[in-house]
Every structure is written in C-alpha cells, then in structure tokens.
C-alpha cells in the first residue's frame, strides 16, 4: 500500500486517441504533483497542485491537461500524443505545497506507449 | 540553471559490503536534501531527507552526509542486501522552489 494509487499501470495508444490517468492519494495531503520520467534522464516536473488550484505549469505541452476535482484525486488527461512523449508519467503527493522542505510520496505510475 | 548530478551511472556490490553514492549539487542556496529508491517497475521511494542546518543523519542502515563547502551529498548503505539493488537518485531544493533531481545511479548487489 503506497499511500498513492494510479491507473491505470500500462496504457498504450494511438496519436489520436485521447485517454486519462488517474492518481489517488489516501494519506490526507493538500499537494499534488504529475512528474514525466523518461530513460536516463531525471525527473521532470509537469504540473503541481495546492489544495485543487494549479499553481505550476512547467512549460508543458498543452496535449497534457491535468484535472483536480479535489486533494485526494488528480488526473492527467492525454489527447493527440506524439511518440515522444512515450515514458512512466510518475504521481506525487505532500503534505502541504512548498514542494520542498518535506519528502514527496510517490505513486508506482503509468507506462505510457505511444504507437 | 540548477543542477543536481550523481558522480556514478552504475554501482556494483558484494553483498555484505558498504555501499556509497555520491551526488553533487549546483546551488549553494539549496537548503533541503533527499534520497529515493526506485525498484524496477515501482515509483519512487523515499528513503531519508536532510536540512542545511544538519551534516549528517541516520536511519535504519542508511546514513546520509552532506558537505554545504563542496556542494555533496552521499547515501551510505551499510551491509548491503540484495534487496537495495534498485536506482537511488538524490534531490535539493531551496525552500518555495521545486526539487531538482539526479539521473540516478543503479546499484547492483551480488551475492
């Protein structure tokens, strides 16, 4: 029991399909975060949430749109993808934002494909 | 920009031995330090995290040093199991600020 659920785990799809992750976090924290971890390279910060209001969008695609109905649940929506942005797409909580100053608690994430 | 890299892509390890992995870090206003394990196949876990006012701290066979004068970091694993093969990767931060992590290094354990 992570604390922090996504699913699904594996998805794979088209370039013009559309499809959403999902990320629920059982451990009471009003901070979410959705991070994209490619091969050999570190973690990239996508989107951070306080308490259900986007306060950081890091320059991403806007083929990504996150969701966060309330600060138990996140999800990240998906439409016309390119095959780069095949990789694990990583969900995170903490207690409160300040993203730092306290450990994130991660999900085990979604294996995205991109056909 | 701010930069957090680990010295070593890949360890090796004989069971029972010490392990050591190093990071280094680019911003000297950093003030909040943070090791996680990735297992294959699972997301990220957090093993130990340090402040700037701290040089060094324990936990259950894991100890991790910080040196603020050389900007480093290290995760000590002592008598490493199989189990701790896995890729460790370090964070920093300054506080308000988003973590900033490592590429990881991959410690392999043999027995």
Redesign the interface.
Known sequence: E?G?T?TPRHLVMGMTNKKSLKCEQHLGHNAMYWYKQSA????E?MF?YSLEERV?N?SVPSRFSPECPNSSHLFLHLHTLQPEDSALY?C?SSQFL????Q???????TRLSIL | GES?GLHLPTLSVQEGDNSIINCAYSNSAS??F?W?KQES??????II?I?SNMDKRQGQRVTVLLNKTVKHLSLQIAATQPGDSAVY?C?A????????????TTLSVSS
């Open positions: 992570t922090v996504q050999k390279k570190p973690l910060l951070v950081e890091n990583l995170a300040g993203v730092g100053n450990p994130q608690h991660f999900g085990d994430g | 957090v003030d909040y943070i996680y196949g699972k997301g990220p876990q957090f995290d402040r990767f964070a931060n300054q506080a308000g600020t988003a973590l900033i992590f490592g590429k990881g």
